[in-house]
């Protein structure tokens, strides 16, 4: 979690097995700098040796402005020189850099020097006919491509590894909030809509599949008490931390055939998934990408025998190393496997 710079946020956190990270911001040329040197040096220096300290942030969206997309809010040079310096002092802790869900991605991986780990935010569960609000384009959208439903997450995901490469982490900065409550005051209760739990399991596991290291969710101060939200995190979270050590492992290279039976609709993105080793058996992560329902037979599972559901869904249909389900739009299947 993103922390004060003070070692009693760190000790409260470390204390609930917590570990965080504070934004530091970049250091500016000519005037300033060495003031900024000097209180950027105080901040790392009274928490680099702090178990509960992850990682340092320099500045988060650096690209972006709103309203004004073409222009650039902090030039990756300056990001660069931050980041030389941050390392120059404390060695041990990776860096961070998250990007807001626009620009190319040439441009983002200007940055990368600056960067161990790469992230986005964004942030899909927007009600129709939102008024004006920070960081949502014209027409209500936070992201920009065609895509506009949680399956866009996905996407974003395969944006920022391509921005990464091979040698950076790439973290998912997922929505933990509802837009309209981001709002200081004149609220509307009606535009008051939180990503369901059905959404949150959904953009979680899509961000596995689509290869991410690590899953953050962002908002959760603005939640008011009662906000169902928070109940429905919590038991997301808690499946994801079931099957953790098979989240932690590579992907299996196992080859998998999907065929799909037809439902009346057209097939878009259809069942994308990952096939992950646990213990001897594994773990088989599936999500429809698609906002019409499918019917999906996996094939090539000869060497498993179905175990559990790890996702709360009843027990899919299975012979013969063929498993069967059928998904809601944008539905999510976590099953673990047995060997044979």
Same mark, same amino acid.
């Given at each position: 979690? $993103?922390?004060?710079?003070?070692?009693?946020?760190?000790?409260?956190?470390?204390?609930? %097995?917590?570990?965080?990270?504070?934004?530091?911001?970049?250091?500016?040329?000519?005037?300033?700098?060495?003031?900024?040197?000097?209180?950027?040096r105080?901040?790392? %220096?009274?928490? @680099?040796?702090?178990?509960?300290?992850?990682?340092?942030?320099?500045?988060?969206?650096?690209?972006?402005?709103?309203?004004?997309?073409?222009?650039?809010?902090?030039p990756?040079?300056?990001?660069?020189?931050?980041?030389?310096?941050?390392?120059?002092?404390?060695?041990?802790?990776?860096?961070?850099? $998250?990007?807001?869900?626009?620009?190319?991605?040439?441009?983002?991986?200007?940055?990368? #020097?600056?960067s161990?780990?790469?992230?986005?935010?964004?942030?899909?569960?927007?009600? =129709?006919?939102?008024?004006?609000?920070? #960081?949502?384009?014209?027409?209500?959208?936070?992201?920009?491509?065609?895509?506009?439903?949680?399956?866009?997450?996905?996407r974003?995901?395969?944006?920022?590894?391509?921005?990464?490469?091979?040698?950076?982490?790439?973290?998912?900065?997922?929505? %933990?909030? #509802?837009?309209?409550d981001?709002?200081?005051?004149?609220?509307?209760?009606?535009k008051?809509?939180?990503?369901?739990?059905?959404?949150?399991?959904?953009?979680?596991?899509?961000?596995?599949?689509?290869?991410? $290291?690590?899953?953050l969710?962002?908002?959760?101060?603005?939640?008011?008490?009662?906000?169902?939200?928070w109940?429905?995190?919590?038991a997301?979270?808690?499946?994801?931390?079931?099957?953790?050590?098979?989240?932690?492992?590579?992907?299996? @290279?196992?080859?998998?055939?999907?065929?799909?039976?037809?439902?009346?609709?057209?097939?878009?993105?259809?069942?994308?998934?990952?096939?992950?080793?646990?213990?001897?058996?594994?773990?088989?992560?599936?999500v429809?990408?698609? =906002?019409?329902?499918?019917?999906?037979?996996?094939?090539?599972?000869?060497?498993y025998?179905?175990?559990?559901?790890?996702?709360? $869904?009843?027990?899919?249909?299975?012979?013969?190393?063929?498993?069967?389900?059928?998904?809601?739009?944008?539905?999510?299947?976590?099953?673990?496997?047995?060997?044979?």
């Open positions: 979690m $993103n922390l004060p710079p003070e070692p009693k946020a760190y000790d409260e956190a470390h204390a609930l %097995g917590i570990r965080g990270w504070s934004s530091v911001g970049s250091l500016p040329e000519g005037a300033g700098r060495a003031e900024a040197e000097q209180k950027m105080a901040t790392v %220096g009274r928490l @680099r040796r702090h178990p509960g300290l992850w990682f340092w942030e320099t500045e988060d969206e650096p690209t972006f402005v709103w309203k004004e997309p073409s222009k650039i809010r902090v990756a040079e300056r990001i660069v020189d931050t980041a030389r310096f941050l390392r120059g002092i404390d060695p041990d802790h990776p860096l961070y850099l $998250n990007h807001s869900p626009t620009h190319l991605v040439p441009t983002l991986r200007g940055y990368n #020097a600056a161990d780990i790469v992230a986005t935010d964004i942030y899909p569960v927007i009600p =129709p006919g939102m008024r004006e609000q920070y #960081a949502l384009w014209p027409d209500g959208r936070h992201g920009d491509l065609s895509d506009t439903g949680p399956g866009q997450v996905g974003y995901a395969d944006k920022m590894r391509a921005v990464a490469g091979p040698g950076r982490a790439v973290f998912m900065v997922l929505q %933990g909030f #509802a837009w309209e981001l709002r200081g005051k004149d609220r509307d209760p009606a008051v809509l939180y990503p369901t739990r059905e959404q949150l399991r959904f953009v979680a596991w899509q961000s596995v599949i689509h290869g991410a $290291n690590g899953i969710w962002w908002g959760l101060a603005y939640l008011p008490p009662g906000a169902p939200l109940d429905d995190l919590k997301v979270v808690g499946e994801l931390s079931a099957v953790r050590a098979a989240l932690a492992a590579p992907a299996t @290279r196992r080859r998998l055939r999907v065929m799909y039976r037809d439902t009346g609709h057209s097939l878009d993105r259809g069942v994308e998934w990952i096939l992950k080793p646990d213990g001897r058996g594994a773990v088989l992560a599936a429809n990408a698609d =906002p019409n329902p499918v019917d999906a037979t996996f094939a090539g599972l000869e060497a025998r179905l175990r559990e559901s790890a996702s709360g $869904n009843p027990p899919a249909g299975w012979d013969h190393g063929r498993l069967r389900e059928r998904f809601e739009p944008f539905g999510t299947r976590v099953w673990r496997l047995s060997p044979a």
